[in-house]
């Protein structure tokens, strides 16, 4: 599966971007023109969209095998022979990290940003908004503010409408999701057999601990992690340092940027 991506930077060591669910590359292009640097001369980055989502390519069905391997045929094509700072936030780290732990010749350091290899339970905090995405009346809505203002009944939050309706594409005189919704919600609709939710225990059992450089950024206000999850977290990455991120929820990267740029940056210096 060739993934879509967008390109940063001029020199310097390679780091890739993986988002989370319903995001694309290019949410994460502020943290890669910081790590970057002003003149682009202290990395080159590769904002990656994962299988469906953004532009890249549908699924038949979800796998974090599958996901993972998109992600590496992706970057082994982008610079033959090179390795690799993978940076992975939510559904994006899940696939990092399976990405390591699969490729390790490939993953030179990894960044996990609030986000445990373990299962979350289910999806039931998405059914809503997989619920509303699939019964809006795409057809009907002139614009991307009707559209806001349709969806606005269902998330009150600008900033979370904003994030879900960038899925929106122009398709004629209505609008489709880019992103893949009918099998986010067909996963959703396993509930505790969600493969989302869930970490593949099976399909990772045979791999070697990932003994790169591991850095694991936790949000302070943020539910998706807690201390019970470092034993299991340094298991699979045994050179995992934490960071917890003050007054930073579920979304690091946009709460506390300087922050996340900085333990990238110093990530990529580390041996």
């Not at 502020?30 to 990656?48: E, S, Y």
């Not at 038949?60 to 033959?80: C, N």
Request: proline letters at 7%; a neutral charge; charged letters at 20%.
């Amino acid at each position: 599966m060739s993934l879509h991506t967008l390109s940063y930077g001029l020199a310097g060591p390679r780091i890739a971007f993986c988002h989370g669910l319903f995001g694309q590359g290019r949410n994460w292009m502020q943290i890669a023109k910081g790590v970057c640097g002003p003149d682009g001369d202290q990395a080159r980055a590769l904002l990656i969209d994962l299988p469906d989502h953004g532009r890249s390519p549908w699924s038949a069905s979800f796998s974090f095998p599958a996901y993972a391997a998109a992600v590496a045929e992706t970057l082994a094509a982008a610079a033959p022979g090179e390795r690799w700072t993978l940076v992975g936030h939510s559904l994006g780290g899940k696939t990092a990290m399976v990405t390591a732990l699969q490729r390790p010749d490939l993953i030179e350091r990894l960044a996990v940003v609030d986000i445990a290899p373990k299962s979350y339970g289910n999806l039931h905090r998405f059914t809503g908004y997989l619920d509303a995405m699939q019964r809006m009346p795409l057809s009907q809505l002139p614009t991307r503010a009707a559209a806001d203002e349709w969806f606005a009944q269902v998330e009150p939050d600008p900033g979370i409408r904003a994030f879900l309706l960038q899925n929106l594409r122009r398709d004629g005189q209505g609008w489709r999701w880019q992103a893949n919704v009918a099998l986010f919600a067909a996963d959703a609709a396993r509930g505790s057999d969600s493969v989302i939710a869930n970490w593949p225990v099976d399909e990772v059992a045979e791999c070697a601990a990932y003994e790169g450089p591991t850095v694991w950024l936790r949000g302070s206000r943020s539910p998706y992690i807690g201390d019970e999850d470092a034993p299991v977290m340094r298991a699979y990455f045994p050179r995992v340092r934490q960071v917890t991120v003050n007054g930073a929820g579920h979304w690091v990267h946009t709460d506390a940027p300087g922050v996340v740029i900085e333990s990238l940056r110093r990530l990529l210096a580390s041996r």
